[in-house]
C-alpha cells in the first residue's frame, strides 16, 4: 500500500538557518504530493503541493521538488522565523487508489531567536 | 467563502458516554473525511463519505464508530461508549466534486478527552 516516512524531529534551528525535511514516499499509481503544516492547537494548513514528476511547490518561502526517480518531496527553506515553528506533514494523494490522502507522521521544527 | 467547520472544538466525555462531532464542509464541497491524530503522531484516515453515502471506510475501528453525512446538514462522526483510548484529535476534511481530487481543505478538529 501507499506510505509516507518523514524524518524524524524535533529538528531546532536558530533563526535565519536553512531547514530540510526529508519525505519519501512509496505508492502504487502517480500521486499528488503535499506539504501541510500545523501551528500549535490548530488544524492543518496546505503549504504546498506538487501533482507530477518534476514539479517545484513553493509558498512563503518553502519549496519542495517532486522527484520521481528518488521517490522524494523534500521541504526546504532558506532562512527560517520563529514564526515558522510547527509541525509539518508530508502526504500524498492517489486518486485511482482511494480519494483519501495517506500521511507521515509529522516533523516538529522548533525555531530559537 | 467559509472553510470547513467542525464542533465542538473540544468535548470532554466520561468513559462509556457517546461523542458526536460535526463537521460542515466548505460550500459547494460534497466529499467528507475524518481522520484521526493521536498525539505526538499524524493523521490517520478513518472514512470518506459523499451526501447520504459511505464509499470508504476502511480506516473506521469495526465497533462503537460510525459516520453519516446526510442530504442536510453537517457530516456526523458518533463514539458510542468511549474508552480513554479514543481521547485524540479528531479532523474533518472537504473536497468539491468530480471523479478525481487532488487537494483536501481541513477544519480546525475537534479535541477529544475522555476521562
Known amino acids: 500500500g501507499n506510505s509516507v516516512t518523514q524524518m524524524e524531529g524535533p529538528v531546532t534551528l536558530s533563526e535565519e538557518a536553512f531547514l530540510t525535511i526529508n519525505c519519501t514516499y512509496t505508492?502504487?499509481?502517480?500521486?499528488?504530493l503535499f506539504w501541510y503544516v500545523q501551528y500549535p492547537g490548530e488544524g492543518l494548513q496546505l503549504l504546498l503541493k506538487?501533482?507530477?514528476?518534476?514539479d517545484k511547490g513553493s509558498n512563503k518561502g518553502f519549496e519542495a521538488t517532486y522527484r520521481k526517480e528518488t521517490t522524494s518531496f523534500h521541504l526546504e527553506k532558506g532562512s527560517v522565523q520563529v514564526s515558522d515553528s510547527a509541525v509539518y506533514f508530508c502526504?500524498?494523494?492517489?486518486?485511482?487508489?482511494?480519494?483519501?490522502?495517506?500521511f507521515g507522521p509529522g516533523t516538529r521544527l522548533s525555531v530559537l531567536p | 467563502n467559509a472553510g470547513v467547520m467542525q464542533n465542538p472544538r473540544h468535548l470532554v466525555r466520561r468513559r462509556g458516554q457517546e461523542a458526536r462531532l460535526r463537521c460542515s464542509p466548505m460550500?459547494?464541497?460534497?466529499?467528507v473525511y475524518w481522520y484521526r491524530q493521536l498525539p505526538e503522531e499524524g493523521l490517520k484516515f478513518m472514512v470518506y463519505?459523499?451526501?447520504?453515502?459511505?464509499?470508504?471506510e476502511s480506516g473506521m475501528p469495526k465497533e462503537r464508530f460510525s459516520a453519516e453525512f446526510p442530504k442536510e446538514g453537517p457530516s456526523i462522526l458518533r463514539i458510542q461508549q468511549v474508552v480513554r483510548g479514543d481521547s485524540a484529535a479528531y479532523f474533518c476534511?472537504?473536497?468539491?466534486?468530480?471523479?478525481?481530487?487532488?487537494?483536501?481543505?481541513f477544519g480546525p478538529g475537534t479535541r477529544l478527552t475522555v476521562t
Open positions: 460550500k459547494g464541497h460534497s466529499h
Open positions: 505508492a502504487t499509481g502517480y500521486p499528488s
Open positions: 463519505l459523499q451526501k447520504e453515502n459511505i464509499i470508504d
Open positions: 502526504a500524498l494523494s492517489d486518486p485511482d487508489y482511494g480519494q483519501n490522502f495517506v
Open positions: 476534511a472537504s473536497s468539491p466534486p468530480g471523479s478525481r481530487s487532488y487537494e483536501q481543505y
Open positions: 506538487a501533482t507530477k514528476a518534476d
